[in-house]
């Protein structure tokens, strides 16, 4: 418990000496008019009134208010703040006939702490400041003029400790039309701005769950509503598709209108068309970026926000990654505990800049179709393995280039300290020396580095001439310019020296003057400078000391040329600050306006240490170079997991090949031809071959690394694809439109969803929307039903992805009959991860092989997980049983023969279900 405690014992709250008290005394007083659209405004204090009237405006911020030295809230939000922030509630009178309303406060210094809490939360908060001296406004008997000065919202962040240095903050906004999306979104720290337009709500939602925004903003025309969701809170008004993790706003629909948001876009960027931005033709895009630009207007106030001209791009460009899949290849974060540590990007961050950390982060997230684009990430890595003193040298200068990015989005609001500019001018001056280092090479990322426009590294020079080595943190203190940048400055201080220089000599004088060898001089903000004496030597003061102050063994004086020069000092001072202050204003205008030469670097620079820090990893790891090749060939020689080969010791990670998707060589006819099996379609990559087949059934014990597997092949497409080398002795890819996956599935409480319809919606996304072009990856369909289901289910899944889709599949299953697939259709095979079986244990291999496992060794994993021993005993006898009388395999078989020869699922004759337990 903090904050108004302290605030209730302030001046703000006379009545407020016992919180506790007040507390009682507001829950019971205070409970009837809590609300500031009910209360009577005519019996208000003014203050009261100008907080109601500023609330209303701001009905989805929580409104801090200024009250001397403390923000405090009223009425509802007073609840809201206390209950948040664990503050306490207490009371204030509002007027005569009112009474007490809730109150609650948080010390002015401890704004930005408590602000940063609140936007965490998914909180807005409208920051209501006195713009004017508070003794003016009491002298001439008045209210203090307050205005909202700053309306922060999550996702329109700009100060350096509400963000995350390694991830971007995005704000989105949305447009949907039927079918139809159009989606912008920016990072206004960093400048980036971008707008698409698709089809498909599934793939809006996808693409926001790629993003990850801190706030969605979404047009509405419905009434009164609430402006503001909070991650989980629901709404009628949020379209039932989107998910409800997010902050959504809701807006006016005016600026999401054409013309509006053409206009704006227009104006915003002084461009005659939108032609230039490629988004002429996105009407759902565009309405959706001027949505967001009019948002940042309405909240950012006079803080002008650079953002870099609007960019347009094509989910179609990307390779397409739904959200369970990203999450089951942990690329950023865990499945099980959510962490960092143990992701895809953990192991291959070795980035040295905060922007390059970020850019990984997208990369990874966003991995390219685009075998050109693919192969140039390629090239520079391969040079800059090839060449490892250039690689070495271009780390050790990005490890002194700071957050360019973010520091010029400052400037150009206007936000920035001096110390951001002394960081940015020392990060700007090292751009030279990483193009002269560039130039050593010859791949297309390290040309891009070469061109650095000299005014960079003149502003570089500039800013570092004319700020302070180390400049203070607040602005209005002084010490911000060197000596020599301005006349009028240099004259105005050597003015101040003499005054300085008197005060400074004036102990050592008026020692000699006075005889009193204990003579001091002091400073304090109350009396300003004094002469302090002991109490025993004070009847020896000369006559012009004026006594100011008594203390138990000191007495302080001042005399008249003391203050007399104490007053041009400070006066001087003012002068002094005020015209450093304007001095750094035009210097930090000057960065603004190059901010986008500035950021236009700072992407060169971030993919230079993205694609530097991957070369590391690929010498350190013994990565190779993906051979990228047109077609759907996968060929991963000796195959590593990129994080589990990290976190075993060195040697123990046993590599595995992978071979998929194989073009015609000899088609080899399947050696019991089916009679009822459905044809498989040719036309999208000719004859198959079973040295690379589209479909690997994979079965092993349990434990024995069937999940890592599979795991393993989807992420070093991944890589491939996002443009890293990968863990593997030699990999040959054809690229991937998309990849699925689908592994262990947990019950999705948040939705009310049981384990075994999260798979099934799952598994039909998959079947629904893969492509020849896909990899998907399966891991145990069909678990979460009674066994015969779940077979059938897995069995027709299989044999639809392999038949109709044709996609590059890996189905791992503890279903050994599914084995019976390979022998009926020519492009699906059976791999194995074996085991030795010694006389009482087995020992995990983790080699995969050609084959079909015939044991499960489930009841050897419970004895090594500890079940009781009478349970082992009993699971084996009852095994045996089972054994002896199941009819699974023939009657899987009779099944699948009795299929009439549609290969249309919907057709097919539902398959007999067999009783596994009937003797
Ligand atoms: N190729 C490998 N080399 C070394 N260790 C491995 C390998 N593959 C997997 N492992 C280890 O084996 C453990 C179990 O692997 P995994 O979870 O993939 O098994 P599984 O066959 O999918 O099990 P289950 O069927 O119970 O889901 C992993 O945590 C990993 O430590």
């Known amino acids: 418990m903090s904050g108004y405690l302290e605030a209730s014992t302030s001046p703000n709250e006379p009545n407020g000496a016992n919180p506790i008290r007040a507390t009682e005394r507001a829950l019971s007083v205070a409970a009837e008019n809590a609300d500031h659209h009910t209360v009577d405004r005519t019996k208000l204090t003014p203050m009261m009134q100008h907080f109601v009237e500023v609330k209303e405006q701001y009905p989805h911020a929580l409104l801090l208010y200024r009250v001397g030295d403390f923000y405090e809230t009223f009425f509802q939000d007073a609840r809201r703040l206390a209950e948040e922030l664990e503050l306490v509630l207490t009371s204030k009178d509002a007027g005569k006939g009112i009474g007490r309303v809730y109150m609650t406060g948080v010390p002015h210094h401890a704004l930005d702490r408590y602000c940063r809490l609140l936007v965490e939360k998914g909180f807005a908060i409208a920051i209501c400041d006195q713009v004017e001296d508070a003794a003016v406004a009491a002298k001439e008997g008045r209210q203090v003029r307050r205005e909202v000065t700053q309306i922060l919202t999550p996702g329109t962040l700009l100060d350096e400790g509400m963000l995350a240095a390694r991830r971007n903050n995005f704000l989105a906004a ?152 990203r999450r089951n290849l942990e690329i950023t974060a865990t499945v099980r505990d959510n962490t960092f540590h143990g992701s895809l990007l953990w192991a291959l961050d070795k980035t040295h800049t905060a922007m390059g950390g970020r850019a990984l982060r997208r990369w990874l997230l966003q991995p390219l179709l685009d075998i050109k684009g693919i192969r140039a990430r390629h090239d520079t890595i391969q040079e800059l393995v090839e060449n490892p003193g250039l690689r070495e ?19 150009g609001s206007g936000k920035a300290n001096a110390r951001d500019l002394v960081a940015l001018a020392d990060s700007l001056l090292k751009l030279p020396e990483l193009a ?41 203190e002084g010490n911000l310019i060197r000596v020599g940048i301005n006349p009028q400055l240099d004259e105005m201080r050597e003015t101040a020296k003499g005054d300085q220089e008197w005060i400074a000599n004036l102990e050592v004088t008026e020692r000699e003057r006075t005889g009193i060898s204990n003579l001091k001089v002091g400073f304090n903000k109350a009396f300003g400078y004094y002469i302090s004496i002991t109490r025993s030597k004070a009847d020896q003061v000369p006559i012009n000391y004026i006594r100011k102050q008594t203390l138990t063994n000191e007495e302080r004086f001042i005399t008249p040329e003391l203050k007399e020069r104490e007053a041009r000092i400070l006066t001087a001072r003012e002068d002094l600050n005020r015209l450093e202050y304007e001095i750094f204003v035009e210097l930090r205008t000057q960065v ?41 060939e996968i060929r991963i020689i000796d195959g590593r997991h990129p994080v589990v080969e990290q976190s075993l010791p060195t040697g123990f990670f046993v590599p595995n090949s992978a071979y998929l998707g194989g073009e015609s060589v000899d088609p080899p006819q399947p050696p019991i031809p089916p009679p009822a099996a459905p044809p498989l379609k040719r036309g999208a990559r000719g004859e198959k071959s079973l040295e690379r087949p589209d479909l690997i059934i994979l079965t092993g014990p349990n434990a024995s690394g069937k999940s890592c597997y599979l795991r393993q092949v989807g992420l070093i497409q991944l890589m491939a694809q996002t443009g890293s080398f990968v863990p593997a002795a030699s990999a040959t890819l054809g690229i991937c439109d998309r990849i699925f996956t689908r592994v262990g599935a947990v019950d999705d409480l948040a939705t009310g969803q049981s384990t075994f319809m ?77 085991v030795k079986e010694l006389a009482d244990e087995i020992v995990f291999l983790h080699q995969v092989q050609p084959g079909g496992a015939d044991k499960s060794y489930g009841i050897e994993a419970g004895r090594l997980a500890g079940l009781p021993t009478s349970v082992i005993q009993r699971a084996k006898q009852v095994m045996k049983q089972i054994e002896k009388h199941s009819k699974i395999a023939v009657g899987l078989r009779k099944g699948i023969q009795n299929k009439p020869p549609v290969p249309d699922a919907a057709q097919a004759a539902p398959m007999e279900q067999l009783d596994i337990f009937s003797e």
């Open 758 to 834: 999260v798979e099934m919606n799952e598994t039909a996304n998959i079947l629904n929307h893969a492509t020849a072009k896909s990899l998907v990856l399966l891991d145990e369909i069909g678990r979460g039903t009674a066994t015969f289901d779940g077979l059938s289910i897995a069995w027709s899944v299989a044999e639809y992805l392999a038949t109709e889709i044709q996609s590059r599949t890996i189905f791992a299953t503890h279903y050994h009959e599914l084995n019976e697939l390979a022998s009926l259709l020519p492009n699906v095979a059976n791999y194995q991860v074996t």
């Open 436 to 476: 002269e280092l560039a130039a050593y090479g010859s791949s297309p990322y390290l040309k891009a580095l070469q061109k650095v426009p000299p005014q960079l590294e003149q502003l570089g020079q500039k800013l570092r001439a004319n700020l302070m080595e180390s400049p203070p943190l607040h602005l209005m």
């Open 174 to 325: 949305m447009v949907m039309a039927g079918n139809h999306w159009g989606l912008a979104y920016a990072d206004i720290s960093t400048g980036e701005f971008l707008t698409t337009q698709s089809t498909e709500l599934e793939l809006l939602v996808q693409e926001l769950m790629r993003l990850q925004p801190s706030e969605v903003l979404i047009p509405t025309n419905a009434p009164d509503l609430i402006s503001m969701l909070r991650p989980g809170e629901k709404s009628q008004h949020l379209p039932e598709c989107l998910p409800n993790s997010f902050c959504y706003t809701f807006r006016p629909q005016s600026p999401f209108s054409p013309a509006e948001a053409r206009q704006r876009i227009i104006e915003r960027f002084r461009v005659r068309s939108l032609e230039g931005m490629g988004c002429e033709h996105l009407p759902l895009g565009v309405r959706a970026a001027g949505g967001l630009l009019e948002y940042l207007e309405d909240t950012q106030k006079e803080n002008y926000v650079a953002l870099q001209c609007l960019r347009t791009y094509t989910i179609a460009d990307y390779l397409i990654l739904d959200h369970q899949s």
């Open 393 to 411: 040298d271009l780390r050790q200068l990005l490890r002194g280039i700071y957050d360019l990015e973010r520091l010029t989005g400052r400037a």
């Open 592 to 632: 603004g306006e190059l901010s986008e030469e500035i950021r236009n670097v700072s992407r060169a620079v971030a993919a230079v240490d993205v694609l530097c820090g991957l070369a590391d990893v690929a010498v350190y790891q013994g990565y190779c170079r993906p051979n990228m090749v047109e077609g759907r």
